[in-house]
């Protein structure tokens, strides 16, 4: 950790100014084959993130946080792949998504998949499952179960697969109506069978309950429920989570966007995933990017998970982590003082 900062304090005054740190960072975000472009805006919001002091330079103790806690991430990621529905229904059974608008190709995913978790280190693969009971709320074949609200633009006799209804609930419930799929224990829920399934795997089921959907493998629709995956990710000491999978738009998209939400840094690979409706995969892109999310295609996976390949934006967001986790130990530590001073 010295010879890193003395390397770097040019003028050797102990600390680290905006010109040194800048070269630091160009020297960390950089690929097999040169440098990332590092914009000048993420080049100061991370200074900023991690100059505790506000002082526009790094002294000897915040590079100290720098090395364990912002480089470590950066160095020494811990990389989890989280394969989203990779399902008979969305590839070949009710809801295939080559019937849908985007006329994509579930099928294509396979092999990139499985190409993926035979050639990278991948620290834990987890795969997820829509596991939705035969009465669920997103299935158009049971829109007259429920209540329609008042609200709801579409009524019950005329709605159609996409439409979105609201159901009056206890909680009230905008739905985007789908065909009947992925039943539990249905042969349609099942894993694709040439999607290779590693051993020690994380599983994760979602939508199982019958009154609110779940698109991502995190949290529900109406985040009123979580599943385990983000204490198992905790418990391994993921950092990383690459997503990929069935449907771009819909559930991998949600996934990345809640997974960005943990704290994560966040990959999307572009060519392992595909989807419903062209201008909502473009929409779900911009909203990832805008987010700090990347998105590559599969052949870079391999560098990114050794740290061979290392990129900026992800390094914004482990600078987002350790402002985050500061920020919690000061509320903790006021908390504290503030009880003892009124013992
Ligand atoms: C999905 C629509 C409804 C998905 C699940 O896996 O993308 N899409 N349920
Ligand atoms: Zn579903």
Same mark, same amino acid.
């Given at each position: 950790?010295?010879?890193?900062?003395?390397?770097?304090?040019?003028?050797?005054?102990?600390?680290?100014?905006?010109?040194?740190?800048?070269?630091?960072?160009?020297?960390?975000?950089?690929?097999?084959?040169?440098?990332?472009?590092?914009?000048?805006?993420?080049?100061?919001?991370?200074?900023?993130?991690?100059?505790?002091?506000?002082?526009?330079?790094?002294?000897?103790?915040?590079?100290?946080?720098?090395?364990?806690?912002?480089?470590?991430?950066?160095?020494?990621?811990?990389?989890?792949?989280?394969?989203?529905?990779?399902?008979?229904?969305?590839?070949?059974?009710?809801?295939?998504?080559?019937?849908?608008?985007?006329?994509?190709?579930?099928?294509?995913?396979?092999?990139?998949?499985?190409?993926?978790?035979?050639?990278?280190?991948?620290?834990?693969?987890?795969?997820?499952?829509?596991?939705?009971?035969?009465?669920?709320?997103?299935?158009?074949?049971?829109?007259?179960?429920?209540?329609?609200?008042?609200?709801?633009?579409?009524?019950?006799?005329?709605?159609?697969?996409?439409?979105?209804?609201?159901?009056?609930?206890?909680?009230?419930?905008?739905?985007?109506?789908?065909?009947?799929?992925?039943?539990?224990?249905?042969?349609?829920?099942?894993?694709?069978?040439?999607?290779?399934?590693?051993?020690?795997?994380?599983?994760?089921?979602?939508?199982?309950?019958?009154?609110?959907?779940?698109?991502?493998?995190?949290?529900?629709?109406?985040?009123?429920?979580?599943?385990?995956?983000?204490?198992?990710?905790?418990?391994?000491?993921?950092?990383?989570?690459?997503?990929?999978?069935?449907?771009?738009?819909?559930?991998?998209?949600?996934?990345?966007?809640?997974?960005?939400?943990?704290?994560?840094?966040?990959?999307?690979?572009?060519?392992?995933?595909? /989807?419903?409706?062209? #201008?909502?995969?473009? +929409? *779900?892109?911009? %909203? @990832?990017? &805008?987010?700090?999310?990347?998105?590559?295609?599969?052949?870079?996976?391999?560098?990114?998970?050794?740290?061979?390949?290392?990129?900026?934006?992800? /390094?914004?967001?482990? #600078?987002?982590?350790? +402002? *985050?986790?500061? %920020? @919690?130990? &000061?509320?903790?530590?006021?908390?504290?003082?503030?009880?003892?001073?009124?013992?």
């Amino acid at each position: 950790m010295k010879t890193c900062f003395d390397v770097f304090d040019a003028d050797r005054d102990g600390f680290l100014n905006e010109t040194e740190f800048t070269e630091l960072q160009h020297h960390l975000f950089r690929h097999r084959d040169g440098f990332h472009a590092v914009s000048d805006k993420q080049r100061i919001d991370i200074m900023k993130l991690l100059d505790e002091k506000q002082d526009g330079k790094i002294d000897r103790e915040e590079f100290q946080t720098c090395w364990l806690h912002w480089l470590r991430q950066i160095l020494e990621p811990k990389s989890a792949l989280v394969i989203v529905d990779v399902q008979n229904d969305f590839i070949s059974g009710t809801m295939s998504i080559s019937n849908c608008p985007a006329k994509q190709d579930g099928n294509d995913v396979i092999p990139i998949i499985n190409r993926l978790l035979e050639n990278v280190n991948f620290e834990c693969v987890v795969y997820s499952a829509d596991w939705h009971p035969a009465n669920h709320i997103s299935f158009i074949e049971n829109i007259k179960q429920r209540e329609i609200h008042h609200t709801s633009k579409v009524t019950g006799g005329a709605a159609k697969i996409y439409d979105t209804v609201i159901f009056s609930g206890p909680p009230i419930m905008d739905q985007k109506m789908w065909p009947c799929h992925c039943v539990q224990d249905s042969w349609g829920a099942r894993y694709h069978p040439d999607l290779k399934v590693v051993d020690r795997a994380i599983h994760i089921t979602k939508g199982t309950n019958p009154d609110i959907d779940s698109y991502s493998a995190f949290w529900d629709n109406k985040k009123l429920s979580q599943t385990n995956l983000v204490c198992e990710l905790t418990q391994k000491a993921i950092t990383d989570v690459y997503v990929c999978g069935l449907a771009y738009d819909v559930c991998v998209g949600s996934t990345a966007v809640h997974s960005i939400e943990h704290g994560f840094r966040t990959v999307l690979i572009d060519d392992a995933s595909r /989807g419903v409706e062209l #201008a909502d995969i473009n +929409a *779900m892109k911009q %909203k @990832l990017i &805008k987010t700090g999310a990347v998105i590559v295609d599969s052949d870079r996976v391999a560098d990114m998970v050794d740290a061979t390949d290392r990129r900026p934006e992800l /390094g914004y967001q482990a #600078a987002l982590n350790v +402002a *985050m986790a500061r %920020k @919690l130990v &000061k509320e903790e530590e006021s908390k504290k003082q503030a009880s003892s001073n009124g013992k």
